[in-house]
């Protein structure tokens, strides 16, 4: 069985996530510290500001680091996807950097969060979205969402209103989603169970 450690690094909606894997029977430990631990598979959840999720996060910055770049499946979700680029909009304060871009304020005139359901369109197909199409529901809660340097990390777009933003990136064994898989139904349940297969596989 796969060892899957959810990082809490105190931004929040851990639970959800902790308990959506582990109906997938994976074996699933809550973290506060990536120190001394033999992981399969990680995930960096979050809600909340860019500034506090960059502050917390990078006491782990080198071990999250060093676990991408051993080939460890990393999921970021939401904020903790966002933590993932170089910095944001948002607020101060700097992100991982293993993706290259920034996140940016949605440039839409709707009203802002967009919070709720909305269509995926998969434009790049990759282990994590086997057996998504394009038009199943996601479920969100956001105002800024990335803009990658490079466009070949855009797994996945989603449309607000009058913009186009990226819901899903990734590389190799890293990757991300703007909206809560955990909280997206049977779409969601696929791509975490997705996540966990590859953890399995490593």
Same mark, same amino acid.
């Given at each position: &069985?796969?060892?899957?450690?959810?990082?809490?690094?105190?931004?929040? =909606?851990?639970?959800?996530?902790?308990?959506?894997?582990?109906?997938?029977?994976?074996?699933?430990?809550?973290?506060?510290?990536?120190?001394?631990?033999?992981?399969?598979?990680?995930?960096?959840?979050?809600?909340?500001?860019?500034? /506090?999720?960059?502050?917390?996060?990078?006491?782990?910055?080198?071990?999250?680091?060093?676990?991408?770049?051993?080939?460890?499946?990393?999921?970021?979700?939401?904020?903790? &996807?966002?933590?993932?680029?170089?910095?944001?909009?948002?607020?101060?304060?700097?992100?991982?950097?293993?993706?290259?871009? +920034?996140?940016? +304020?949605?440039?839409?005139?709707?009203?802002?969060?967009?919070?709720?359901? =909305?269509?995926?369109?998969?434009?790049?197909?990759?282990?994590?979205?086997?057996?998504?199409?394009?038009?199943?529901?996601?479920?969100?809660?956001h105002t800024f969402a990335p803009d990658p340097l490079d466009?070949?990390?855009?797994?996945?777009?989603?449309?607000?209103?009058?913009?186009?933003?990226?819901?899903?990136?990734?590389? =190799?064994?890293?990757?991300?989603?703007?909206?809560?898989? /955990?909280?997206?139904?049977?779409?969601?349940?696929?791509?975490?169970?997705?996540?966990?297969?590859?953890?399995?596989? +490593?």
């Amino acid at each position: &069985m796969s060892k899957i450690g959810v990082l809490n690094y105190g931004v929040g =909606n851990l639970f959800s996530v902790v308990s959506a894997l582990r109906r997938l029977g994976a074996e699933v430990e809550l973290l506060s510290s990536l120190n001394g631990v033999e992981l399969d598979g990680l995930v960096l959840p979050g809600v909340g500001n860019f500034t /506090e999720g960059s502050k917390n996060i990078h006491a782990h910055r080198e071990k999250i680091i060093d676990l991408v770049g051993a080939g460890t499946p990393t999921l970021g979700i939401c904020l903790g &996807m966002q933590l993932l680029f170089d910095e944001s909009e948002e607020g101060e304060g700097r992100g991982l950097g293993v993706f290259g871009g +920034r996140v940016i +304020r949605l440039r839409t005139s709707a009203k802002l969060p967009h919070i709720g359901w =909305n269509k995926l369109y998969v434009v790049r197909r990759s282990e994590l979205l086997e057996g998504v199409s394009s038009g199943e529901w996601v479920y969100f809660v956001h105002t800024f969402a990335p803009d990658p340097l490079d466009d070949s990390l855009v797994l996945a777009l989603t449309r607000y209103s009058d913009v186009e933003f990226p819901s899903v990136v990734g590389s =190799n064994n890293l990757f991300g989603t703007q909206f809560h898989p /955990e909280k997206s139904g049977e779409t969601g349940k696929k791509i975490l169970k997705n996540f966990v297969r590859l953890c399995v596989r +490593r």
